[in-house]
């Protein structure tokens, strides 16, 4: 016997079937602002069961505003005076509460001059007096292999990040002139910059900054190649001064560059300034850069070298990172970030 509406029945089926499995599929979530602190190891005490306690207060007060990822300080055992293992106890801590966790190195800051020019004083940068300077030169093939393998043996770690500050020379083009770094650059320009005149009307003199720049870019490619062959699910930040043409000129940060090729995940530029109008404008011309390959979470200073934060201003700010985008920001620092300006965003953006 044949039942002519099995068939109309079938059809149904076939019609239907699609229909509520396109409505069980869960749209993608959004992901939460990205809500940053930087952190310096002074906030905690020498004794490792005070610390512990010092951190679970201080990780549970910021996982009740939000914040979500802490860039860390002289994380390892080199960089601090404690004798346990501060990276540990900071992931721990930090991922009890939600929070990650991104241990901030640092190749151009400052360096103990003497403690230096014991171990390895062809890494530091030598003027054009041949004085040497209290930073390691960034042009040194080995300099870089130092700062990657120190990231790399972090890696051990269960960390969520690497992030990068002083990722430049030092101010004012305080570039090396030791004899290996400048017959580096003559193999490929035919002079020294020692040979030709020190300013833009000098093509080989251009080229020197440009050739700088490179280096401090070829550091960031080696890290983030390193991260790669890690298999480590890691993101790679940077710290950034605020305006990419000066930097690529003065520092040779070329951070236009990383952010164009997603050579990082997120910058940061530190537009640690009170004047609103400017905190909008550097910010705009940030994301510019960025397109669809690279984060931006502007840097909010509360308390810096350049300028002491308001409330009003500080809410002000926030809204501007958000009005423009940015899916999150990082404030500086936990030392300043104090119970004034979290109750502040608490009752006003941080609800």
Known sequence: MRFPGRKLCYISLLIIIPVMCTKCRQEPKSQPEFRGVWLHPGLFNQDKARAAIQMDSLFSIYHDIGINNLFCYNTTSDENSFNWDYLDALVRAGHEKGIKIHPVFYPGHDLNLEKEMAKNPTWLIRDMDGKYQPHFNLANPDVRKYWVDKILATLKY?????????????????????????????????????????????????EWIKWN??????????????????????????????????????????????????????????????????????????????????????????????????????????????????????????????????????????K
């Not at 969520?160 to 083009?173: A, C, E, K, S, V």
């Not at 770094?181 to 910059?193: D, G, I, N, V």
């Not at 609103?276 to 984060?295: H, V, W």
């Not at 308001?310 to 809204?319: A, G, P, Y």
Request: aromatic residues 12%; glycine residues 6%.
């Open 158 to 206: 269960e960390v969520d990040g690497i992030h990068l500050d002083y990722i430049r020379f030092p101010i004012t083009q305080m570039y090396s002139y030791d004899r290996t770094t400048c017959e580096a650059f003559k193999r490929e320009f035919q002079y020294s910059p020692i040979e030709v005149s020190h300013d833009c009307g000098s093509m080989i003199w251009c």
């Open 213 to 350: 720049d490179k280096q401090v870019t070829q550091l960031v490619t080696e890290i983030r190649q390193a991260i790669k062959e890690s298999g480590k699910p890691v993101v790679l930040g940077a710290d950034v001064f605020p305006d990419i043409e000066t930097a690529k000129v003065l520092i040779a940060q070329d951070w236009g560059k990383w952010a164009e090729s997603g050579l990082v995940d997120f910058i940061c530029p530190m537009l640690y300034t009170n004047n609103t109008n400017l905190f909008k404008e550097y910010l705009g011309r940030a994301k510019n850069f960025s397109g669809n390959k690279c984060k931006i979470y502007p840097g909010i200073g509360i308390y810096t070298s350049h300028n002491k934060i308001t409330k009003e201003l500080l809410i002000n700010e926030v809204n501007i990172s958000r009005e423009l985008g940015t899916e999150g920001m990082v404030f500086f620092s936990g030392n300043s970030f104090n119970k004034e300006m979290r109750d502040t965003l608490k009752a006003t953006l941080f």
